[in-house]
């Protein structure tokens, strides 16, 4: 693995990406093949952890294949390496086990079944050098103005110096907690519809009754307005939990514990370690003039809050319609929303068969 990070930055770029996730690695990537002076700025230190599944659903192979031109290395997989699709079950008391449904057919084409199991950190960090682009962690974006018809863009390293970088577009790719996407839709800061998520990695010394290879779901109201889920990645159980504003989701954590103990006699040990995210219930708002928004800052995510395919596809999209604006001109923003409209439109049918709120 290449790895590209730059101790100096340039003062101009021709576009500067916020975010190193899936969504601004697939951006720099597609800007990159079309021969684009590119910068991403991330304000942790990377590899870095995040809260997710770390899955890679079906889609995300095809597009991985598509533009990365494969699969990540072995050492970006934790053990069991394969969950199938077959064995993503919900349960009831009531009802027992069913089947969850984490993933559908988009625009005719059905995906591989077989999803695979990935440390977020070194998935994330692999993609991001596959892009070959430069970028800078520990590189804050703070603010954003208009300059002489260039966009300055305002960053700190290490919350120290202050830096300021031009460029011609910029991209935000920071997630669901997006710093740019308020600066474009203030609206944004008074969406209501928030879901937190609470996530925690457990030693264990028994699964009691739960399989291996299986992700285990739960819509139980006493625990979270949102579903809770359960799985192995490599020495530790994986449990996530998510509620709305004014839930206390450690204590959530707790009763999710003695739900697994009390009905599949699961036995855990001490947490190893425990990250936190937001959700907001955010419609799609693809930017502002040279102000490019992609994946979940713009809103992107496929059923039941699965992100990364949504993510690595519009980032993608988002860079080819940069390149285009910047070597045939055209206004980027209308070339952007035709290249993502199949990407609104599985959005739609996902919001139809969505299946993850427990109230």
């Known amino acids: 693995m290449n790895e590209r990070g730059v101790h100096t930055m340039q003062k101009e770029y021709q576009a500067i990406i916020v975010g190193s996730g899936p969504a601004g690695a697939a951006c720099a990537k597609a800007l990159k093949n079309e021969g684009v002076e590119v910068l991403v700025i991330e304000k942790d230190k990377l590899p870095r952890n995040k809260t997710c599944s770390g899955v890679l659903f079906g889609q995300t192979q095809v597009l991985l294949d ?5 699969l990540p290395p072995g050492d970006v997989y934790c053990d069991p390496k394969i969950i199938k699709a077959e064995n993503i079950l919900e349960w009831n008391k009531e009802r027992g086990f069913s089947t969850y449904v984490w993933e559908l057919p988009k625009d005719g084409q059905s995906f591989p079944q077989d999803f695979y199991n990935v440390w977020r950190s070194k998935f994330d960090y692999w993609l991001l050098n596959e892009s070959g682009v430069a970028y800078r962690d520990g590189c804050k974006f703070n603010d954003y103005s208009i300059e002489n018809g260039k966009v300055k863009v305002e960053v700190s390293r290490n919350d120290k110096e202050n830096i300021d970088l031009y460029c011609s577009y910029l991209i935000g790719a920071d997630g669901g907690e997006s710093r740019l996407r308020p600066l474009l839709d203030p ?9 937190a998520v609470y996530q925690a990695y457990y030693r264990f010394s028994d ?5 291996d290879a299986h992700w285990y779901v739960f819509l139980e109201p006493q625990i979270g307005e949102v579903i809770s889920a359960v799985s192995r990645k490599d020495d530790f159980l994986t449990l996530c939990v998510g509620g709305f504003k004014g839930r206390s989701l450690k204590k959530s954590m707790e009763d999710f514990k003695n739900l697994l103990a009390k009905n599949f006699q699961v036995a855990l040990k001490d ?15 693809l930017g502002k003039d040279n102000i490019i928004l992609t994946g979940e800052a713009a809103g992107m995510l496929y059923l039941n809050g699965e992100g990364m395919s949504a993510a690595i596809d519009s980032g993608y999209r988002a860079g080819k319609a940069v390149a285009q604006g910047i070597k045939k001109g055209g206004k980027v923003l209308e070339i952007y929303g035709k290249e993502i409209e199949g990407i609104l439109n599985h959005m739609k049918l996902c919001v139809e068969k969505m299946h993850f709120f427990a109230v």
């Open 187 to 195: 609206s944004f800061m008074k969406i209501e519809q928030v879901c």
């Open 271 to 285: 947490m190893e370690r425990n990250e936190g995210c937001v959700i907001k219930m955010a419609p799609p708002y």
């Open 66 to 70: 598509q533009y990365f031109g494969g």
């Open 207 to 211: 699964m009691g009754s739960l399989e």
